[in-house]
């Protein structure tokens, strides 16, 4: 029996199911927006926000997502689990450990809270990269939503400014949008993620110009306005990237990869010097001021850095808890976080003001080598989908590099309380679904077919090896 042609096997294989595309993007809009927009009605008139987190609506949208985004994973369970083999371990990890921070957790009910965002989040990512096969189905999912969010927040301001612009006395804040995200350290960080998705659709024609050329004008509208001059630096350095990525010659390709991982070390180096982690690395910030006209810290941020570095020292291995250490509102005098308003004469600032240094507060020395680890592992992962498809690697490496920069001042590494990182969840699972289908498209080209689905969920056609009896007219030939 011959085997069975090319031709044969590619109309035996099943079309792409899609039968969840409809839910995965529902949930995906209905989760950005949450994290953007404040689920408050008075906001609207007013731009204020009431500190509370009880709000029954929230509640049930955030259990529907969580509800939607299971039924996904356990009618698509045996891909989901090849999906999870492939993600990031170092993610995985961090989720175990932040989970089992509530056990040493100086306040296990917010910690609580939080995880179940964290849970909500991580299940709508690999529901996502589960119910997909489009290698392009990141950008595809979370760039309209985004960007509808900045074309709001552009009207936002405009129609109703009292609202959508701040008005308070501080310098860096007076006069800067927020639009339709409660900060401008809010509105920045997004705006650089639209900023990267519309030039890499422009230079990778996935749209047209015009509109790419669009997206481009409103996300530097957005980011130019808010005033965030670290989300103008991560931009600048991750279009620069996204560049040197997709139109480097092809005798430069060898080289993107010692440019990209020296340029994400540098970044890293840099982070750890702030943080002295490591005595005597302080001597690479020096250039940093004449480069940025600004200090060591972006904003005058040493203060806070030193506080919360030196109440980090108290629990090094594990830390506080995760979220815990920060609260919404001012904390009591009970409370261990109040400490920081008497170190800074009376000012409470609400986070550490950069990713790293929250992370180690929360989870310790642990918690820190896990995000160094999610951070290496991700970079290897988005250099073998750049391996595999170009403009799809550049896309990821570049998202990693924005990343990576803004949380130098900006506490958005594995922070369930920000947009970014819903971005880079389901940026981490649709790297390990591509990786996946790679996979199962290699095996199929070196191994017979076989009667199960392959891992990227399709069927792949009967085939038979067994060797046949012979007929009447087998030993003709001999």
């Known amino acids: ?23 995965t993007t529902a949930i995906t809009w209905l989760l950005i927006v949450m994290m953007s927009t404040p689920m408050d009605p008075s906001y609207f008139f007013t731009g204020r926000v009431a500190i509370s987190d009880a709000n029954p609506v929230t509640r049930v949208l955030w259990l529907c997502m969580f509800a939607a985004a ?6 698509r369970v045996t891909v989901a689990l090849r999906v999870l083999r492939h993600t990031n371990v170092f993610l995985l990890l961090f989720v175990g450990l932040a989970t089992l921070s509530v056990a040493w957790s100086i306040d296990a009910q917010q910690t609580s809270v939080r995880l179940f965002r964290l849970m909500v989040m991580c299940s709508v990512a690999v529901a996502v990269a589960s119910a997909g096969c489009d290698a392009r189905r990141f950008q595809g999912l979370v760039r309209p939503p985004l960007t509808a969010l900045l074309v709001g927040s552009i009207l936002f301001c405009l129609l109703n ?29 997004a705006a650089a993620f639209g900023f990267i998705f519309w030039t890499h659709a422009w230079m990778s024609r996935e749209r047209g ?46 080289s993107v990869k010692l440019l990209s991982s020296a340029l994400i070390l540098l970044i890293l180096l840099y982070s750890l010097a702030m943080l002295k982690v490591v005595p005597g690395l302080d001597i690479i910030l020096s250039p940093i001021p004449m480069i940025t006209g600004k200090d060591l810290t972006f ?20 830390g506080s808890g995760y979220s815990a250490y920060w609260i919404v509102g001012i904390p009591a005098h009970n409370q261990e976080s109040y400490y920081i308003i008497s170190r800074l004469h009376g000012f409470y600032p609400g986070s550490a003001h950069n990713g790293y240094l929250q992370i180690m507060n929360d989870l310790g020395a642990v918690g820190l080598i ?59 699972t649709c790297i390990a679904r591509i990786l996946l289908d790679a996979r199962a498209a290699t095996q199929r080209a070196v191994t017979p077919a076989a009667t199960s689905p392959d891992e990227s969920g399709l069927q792949r056609p009967r085939q038979s090896w067994r060797p046949q009896r012979p007929g009447p007219n087998h030993f003709r030939r001999f």
């Open 299 to 318: 904003s005058n941020r040493s203060e806070i850095w030193a506080a919360v570095l030196d109440h980090a020292r108290i629990r090094p291995l594990l």
């Open 1 to 23: 029996m011959r085997p069975p042609t090319a031709t044969a096997v590619k109309a035996e294989v099943r079309p792409q199911d899609k039968s969840y595309s409809i839910l």
């Open 370 to 428: 896990c995000l160094l680890g999610y951070v290496a592992v991700y970079f290897r992962q988005s250099m073998r989908v750049y391996v595999l498809n170009r403009a799809q690697g550049a896309l990821f490496l570049s998202v990693l590099l924005q990343q990576a920069t803004i949380n130098l001042s900006e506490p958005l590494w594995l922070n369930v309380q920000v947009l970014d990182f819903v971005l880079m969840t389901i940026a981490t």
């Open 209 to 254: 110009r015009w509109r790419a050329f669009a997206g481009v004008l409103v996300a530097a509208i957005c980011l130019v306005m808010s005033r965030s001059s670290t989300s103008v630096i991560a931009t600048t350095l991750s279009v620069m990237a996204l560049l040197l990525l997709m139109r480097s010659p092809g005798s430069m390709r060898r």
């Open 70 to 75: 299971l039924v996904i994973i356990l009618s």
């Open 161 to 189: 400014p009292a609202a959508g612009i701040h008005h308070e006395p501080s310098p860096e804040l007076l006069n800067a949008w927020h639009g339709l995200f409660q900060t401008k350290n809010d509105l920045g960080p």
